[in-house]
């Protein structure tokens, strides 16, 4: 199964997301199939940066995205 999922590149302390389509069998950090945005809590609002069109698309195909994800998506709109 494909899911949309964060991928962490953040340093100790210091979080950095890249929000990417991956197998759900792949590891957090491991094999994506590709990166669709990102994401930076440390920022004060946090920001969210998303290419739509992929979004939509991916989901469209059957990807299912993550809980936190999803939630990210709705913020972003």
Known sequence: MVKIRL???GAKKAPFYHIVVADSRASRDGK?????GTYDPMKDPA????DNEKVATW???GAQPTDTVKALINKAK
Request: hydrophobic content about 60%.
């Open 47 to 50: 920001v969210i940066v998303l």
């Open 7 to 9: 991928q962490r590149v």
């Open 59 to 61: 989901i469209k195909n």
């Open 32 to 36: 994506i199939i590709e990166q669709i």
